[in-house]
Nanobody, 124 residues
Framework: QVRLVESGGGLAQAGDSLRLSCLAD????????MGWYRQSQGSLRERVAR???????EYGDSVKGRFTITRADHKRTVYLQMNSLEPEDTDVYYC??????????????????WGQGTLVTVSS
């Protein structure tokens, strides 16, 4: 079994900072890209940030300059540092991992992984 375990969501006021963490847990060998997405009820899931295993980073336009994505491969963890939070950042944030392979069977690739979601609420 493999899964993504998110933590770090919660309540914040406008201008505050929060850091989200996502651990890739289980029989995991290598991980390709990891990222963060967010979604409000009734809306499409929006990409917030994505980082490849080669270090290429992409940000959604609404978070550029405020959010920073990093990854620690030895910990199989990706982070999202969120600064200067705005009420519009209120959403459920989901961790994502692509091209994840099995540690015991390296030729086995798992389907794209998603975390269970962590709620971030920013008040004005």
């Amino acid at each position: 079994q493999v899964r993504l375990v998110e933590s770090g969501g919660g309540l914040a006021q406008a201008g505050d900072s929060l850091r989200l963490s996502c651990l890739a847990d289980g029989n995991i060998g290598a991980i390709g890209a990891m990222g963060w997405y967010r979604q409000s009820q009734g809306s499409l899931r929006e990409r917030v940030a994505r980082i490849t295993n080669g270090g290429i980073i992409e940000y959604g336009d609404s978070v550029k300059g405020r959010f920073t994505i990093t990854r620690a491969d030895h910990k199989r963890t990706v982070y999202l540092q969120m600064n200067s939070l705005e009420p519009e950042d209120t959403d459920v944030y989901y961790c994502n991992a692509e091209e994840v392979t099995s540690a015991t069977m390296p030729r086995t690739r798992y389907p794209e992984l998603w975390g269970q979601g962590t709620l971030v609420t920013v008040s004005s």
